[in-house]
Every structure is written in C-alpha cells, then in structure tokens.
C-alpha cells in the first residue's frame, strides 16, 4: 500500500520557496501542482520546472481543487490573510517562520484552521534540522538527566546580505527579532521542552542605515527550572560557522579563507532600489530555478553554536550529528548525512495530513514562539522580564522518528 | 638610575600564591621577603625557596618593617581583616579577587587603605591578561568605532576539581560566582568601560553533592549603550578550550584526547576531608614548591571565549593576541609570548606605588566587580533587573601599556 503523495500549492515563489526548493523537488511524498506568485517570471520558471498551475493571486491558488496543502511562503506581513484564504477553501497548511507579526493574528490563524479542521505546522525552521531533532530524542531517553542550561550563539552577516526595504524596518516584520530569532527560539524552546516562563533580552540596532535589530542577548526561563541563553549578531565580522565545523546555516561547506564578502558586496551598492535588485538575482524565476537550487555534498542544516548543559552530559548538534560530552567519555552521535535536505519539515507535515500525527510545529507551538520574540521586542524596550502565558510543551508522542 | 625592587610579604600560602608564584619569582621587580601561613610546612618551604622571614600571623607579617607590601591570598572571608591590618601598619595592599564578600566590607577596606594613604589594587584576575588589556587599547584607538556588544562564554570543570567545603559554600564565597565570574565580570567590565547599568543573572545549583552555584547567564548594562552577555559552566562536560586553540586558562597546552580527568578523580574520593586533602597535595608546601611552579612555553592566561562587537570591527582576545575581524580584512594582532606569565598584576602594582599611576583594578575598581556580582546572586533570586550604583570607569590615563 503506498501513501498518495501530497498535492502541495506554493503561496509565494521568493527566497522562502528557493530556500526550500532542493526539498520540495526531491522529496518522494510530495508533488507540487500549483503556485501563486505576483511575479510573471516567477511563474514561468515555475510551469517550466514542475508543468504545474500557476495564479498571479494567492486566493486562486487556494481555490484549486487538486491543491491539498499550501505552503505559504509570502512576506511575513500577509500570512495571516493568506491562512484564512486556505482554511477558506479547506486546506492544510504550512506557513513560514515567522508565524505572523502579532499574537492576534497567530491566534486568528490557528482558529481559522480549527474552524476548517485542518492541520496547521509552522516551518522552515531551524528546529527541524535533524541533530536538533536527535537531541531532543537524547534528552527524551532520560540517559544524561534533567536539561539545566542551553547555550545559543550565532554570529552571522545577516544584516549586511541584499535587503529589501521592509525587511529593515521592524514594524513590518524586518530585523533579526522576526527573522533570527524565530529560529533559534524555535530550537532552543525544542530543547528546554517548550514551556517557557520569562523572557529578558537586550537587543542592538547599531547601523543608522540598517534601522532594525541586528543583535541581541536573551536569557529565557523554563518551567522545569532550565534557563537558556542566546545571543545573535548579524552584524557580526566574526563567524560562527567556525564553531560548526566550517559547515554553513545550509549546510554548505564554507571556505574559512574568504572572508567580509557581504559587506564588500553592499559597499557596491548605493541606493535600497540597487539593493533590492541585488536581491532579485538570487529569486526563482530572475537568475534561480531548479536546475541550480540543488545542494551536493552537504551537511545537516545548523544554527550556529549550541550545547545542551545535562546533569551527567553536555549535547551539542552538529552538521554531522550531536557530539554527546558524558561523564566519562565523548563521542559523536552520528547521523547520516541528508540525502534530502530540511526534508523533516515535509515528513511532519505528511505525517500529519495522511497519519493524523500531531506535529511539533502546530499553530499553537509557532504562536509560543512569536511570544517568547515579541516579549524579546518588549523587555528590550522596557529593560524589564516579560512573563510568557501563551507556552506549550512537545506533543505527547514526541514527533520524533 | 634603578627602581628598587618592590618588597613584597606574601598573607597566605594557599592556591592563590601558587598560581602567582611563577610572576612573583620571576619579576624583576620584586623581591619576596616574607610571608605568613598557619601551616608549618608552607612557611619551611617559603624561607628555603626565598630565605625570607615567615610568620604563623599575618599580623606580624603587617608589622614586618622590610614589607613594604602585602599580597593578600588568603580565604575570601578573611579579605577585609587581613587589609585593615595592612592598612593600620602602612602596608601597600594587593589582594586576590573576589575582593570581599560584601559591598560593605570592600568599602571598609577602601576607607581603611584611604586613611593610611597606600594603594590599594584588586588581583590577580584575567582582566589583567595581555590579550584584554591589548583589546582595550585597540578600542581606545577609534579605529574601530563603539563597543556593542560583549559575548563572554566559559565551559569548565571547575566543580568537580578538588574543594574544600567553604569553596561549595556560597555564604563563605564559595561556587562560581564569587570565584569566576569575578574574573569573567572583570573582563567584561574592561572592555565595555567599566561602568555597568544594571544586571540580570540566572543562576545554576544542579549538583545536590555540590550545593552552591556551579553556573550562570548574564545580561549586563554600560551606560554607553553597550551590553554584555556571559554565560558560565563549572558543571560543564564540554570544554570551552576548544575556542581558544586548547590553551587552557594559565596559558598551558591542554590536550584534546584527555577527557574527563575531574570527574573521574572525584569519584575516587569518598568524603568531604579526602577531597580537602586531595586539594592539599596541590597546596604549597605539600607537594608543590618554587621548583615545580614554573610553566614553560605557555601562551597568555584566557578566561574562555570572549568577543567584542565592536561597529567596525569584532574583536576576540586569543592567547597569541588579539583577532581582528575588521571589515574588509581579518588579522591577528599579535602578542609575544609571555616570558613572565601573569606579570601585569604586579607592573600595574609597581607602577602605583613607585610612580603614583593610578592602577585599573584599584579598590573602587574591585568593588564594582563585586557590585555586579552580588548583583547576579540578587537578580537570580528576585528574578529582576538589578540597578548598579557604585560603578567606576577606567582611569583617565588608561594605565594600559
């Protein structure tokens, strides 16, 4: 007996669906029949590499019949709408990080598709990469005790890569709070076991010609007692792909030789026009298709730096698996490398809509993560602790192959 | 026309002067002329190693008239006793970090060294190591813009080496807090300018064998806008050495295989007297002597991962120097090797009392740091924000070299 593969439609063909691309083509349980984007050329790229629907107009994507799932890929401003025109049509849904910009529309989200009965998961992230995976299922044979601290860094050029305008303005999504953050809380809650308590950050917007949040530093209280530490900079010169093995975010291998080439890049470019056409290179459809989205020879997917403080062990994922430091010995949990990169996040979603699985990365879960970033945006303005009321733990069954 | 040599008395025979011993041996402006120690076999050992006069009390090592000045390096709740009997009998004063166990004691000890007109100075902590003080003057240079941003990370096995009971005590200064993140804070301190705003900490007591804090996170506030981010584990399994070349904190070449020595040791010992006395066979005196404190081709003492964002540059202290990750390029500033490892806590100490400069880690300087510490050991018991008041900049001289 062999499960039909899922009939998925892509809501939005920009670097979300690029980033995501290498899996949704390889991947065996999944076909892709349709796609909206507002860009012709997009579209034609599309019909070209997959002979499949294409609509100017999210809602037509959404009213194709033979369109199960829809994975929403459009700027984080308009995923709620755009899940309510799904749940409308009685589609499940996968819709990027960040869940939304508001817990209002988190919540609006989560209730159209209640209303719809239809299942909702949240991701790409970061938390789904395999060895963040394999280290919560570590965790979870209780073989290194209870988790006490969680330590997260990444060092990283983000604000300094082809931009466009709204993704350096907060208020629209833009800053390393909604992006970055959305990430390494994700992993970092997967880790802690979800519920957390508090949340204190301190964030930096040090760059007047990049007016969003490029860094910061959280600590994050668990209710079992486990804090977390994180902190980012993408306004960083140091990286820490050199933590990682010289294995980039994608699991690309880096050459530690070459160094500073974003900020040469944008030093080229001279007005936020040149740059958001700088950006449109690297889209499907204007330089990008399938023929060069593949990835050979890589790692599993990282987010810098991480190690899991246990009572009798410290864990910390790596692009070839988790390095476990016991109390008498070290070694390294390896996992084989991804044949199909960042396929975790379409073996949850398939999971849920053909095996009635609960995923990890339900609506509710996003929503507990667009808490702890919001409340990292709040303390920061009021130098204060943001209590967290909004958490949810790991589903029972702990989604984890 | 030569300086004459510092005559310095040693108050305590302990761990401290050990680590110390190499410098206070080597400098060639020092000379050792007494010391005091309860222990018998220490005090055999100090007069054969420097055929000086020892003393059973410190109070008469203080009325010793060839001492000009006293390194104190007793136990931490001795600090304030032993510098007001200093101070009493005109003694110049180093004592070793943490400077007290409480704000009210430091500032008696301020007042007592005030009153009878002779420097007081806070050390030996990391903060004097070459890289940092080299990473200071870098920043003060300009050419690299504002501080931003601090990430202070240290994975050790502090707390499973050797402790005598007081050393798990926190109300005797006992766990982490009192004894590295006095170090760590100090660095910190250094390189965001010294005066810090307000602390949050969490705080780490995982081992019910080992009751104090062995771990924390911090978030810390300058007043320059700038913030810092440190995070500690003495209960650690993975060790932190390995971002700093496996050079391990006195400089000396660890090695990579060796895994698990700490642990492994402690769990031969049955009782808290055969871990003391354990402890003891590393002890001056019992084991240990000038002979065999020496460290050959050592690089310079770190105090863990540590990287200063800096707006055009990310600067990270290295025990060759200083990496530079400037924009355009990457370099190491390089720094000789120490001949005489640890020997700016006593250039700073003879610069003060032969040439009246006034030294970075005086004893308002020491309070501070203790300031923030005892900040951290608050905030992580109300949960808040911890407002600092008695903070100090670096002197206008910037006693750097």
């Not at 209002?104 to 790409?124: F, K, N, P, S």
């Not at 044949?339 to 398939?350: K, Q, S, T």
């Not at 509710?364 to 009321?389: I, K, Q």
Request: aromatic letters at 8%; hydrophobic letters at 40%.
């Amino acid at each position: 007996m062999t499960t039909p593969r899922l009939r998925l439609g892509i809501a939005g063909l920009g670097r979300g669906f690029m980033l995501l691309l290498p899996t949704l083509a390889a991947h065996p349980g999944i076909r892709l029949v349709a796609a909206a984007d507002p860009r012709e050329d997009a579209r034609r790229q599309f019909a070209a590499d997959f002979a499949a629907a294409t609509y100017a107009e999210i809602a037509e994507l959404c009213a194709d019949p033979d369109v199960e799932a829809v994975y929403i890929a459009t700027p984080h401003q308009f995923h709620r709408e755009h899940v309510e025109l799904a749940a409308a049509h009685g589609k499940h849904v996968l819709v990027e990080k960040p869940m939304a910009l508001s817990l209002a529309d988190c919540q609006a989200m989560i209730a159209a598709m209640r209303r719809a009965g239809r299942w909702l998961m949240v991701g790409h992230s970061h938390s789904f990469d395999a060895p963040y995976l394999r280290t919560r299922e570590l965790i979870d044979s209780g073989d290194f005790g209870a988790v006490r601290m969680i330590q997260a860094l990444n060092f990283t050029d983000f604000l300094y890569r082809p931009r466009r305008p709204e993704e350096l303005d907060t208020t629209r999504g833009g800053g390393v709070v909604f992006s970055q953050a959305a990430h390494q809380v994700d992993i970092v809650r997967l880790l802690g076991g979800g519920r957390a308590t508090s949340v204190r950050a301190i964030t930096g917007s040090w760059d007047a010609a990049r007016p969003t949040e490029g860094a910061y530093g959280v600590l994050l209280n668990f209710d079992n007692g486990a804090f977390a530490n994180l902190t980012y900079s993408g306004f960083a010169h140091f990286d820490s792909d050199e933590f990682c093995g010289w294995s980039g975010e994608l699991g690309q291998p880096r050459d530690p030789h070459q160094y500073g080439r974003a900020r040469a890049q944008l030093a080229q470019v001279h007005s936020a026009e040149e740059e958001a056409a700088l950006k449109n290179t690297r889209t499907y459809g204007a330089g990008l298709s399938l023929a060069n989205s593949g990835l050979e020879g890589i790692t599993h997917n990282h987010f810098g730096f991480v190690v899991v403080a246990c009572d009798r062990a410290d864990l910390r994922p790596s692009p070839q698996g988790v390095q476990v430091y016991a109390d008498t010995r070290r070694y390294l949990e390896a996992l084989p490398p991804p044949a199909i990169p960042r396929r975790e996040v379409l073996d949850e979603l398939i999971d849920a809509v053909r095996h009635d699985r609960a995923p990890i990365h339900s609506g509710e879960w996003g929503l507990a993560t667009m808490e702890v970033c919001l409340g990292m945006l709040e303390s920061a303005a009021t130098g204060r602790d943001v209590a967290l009321s909004r958490q949810v733990g790991l589903p029972q069954h702990a989604a984890l192959r």
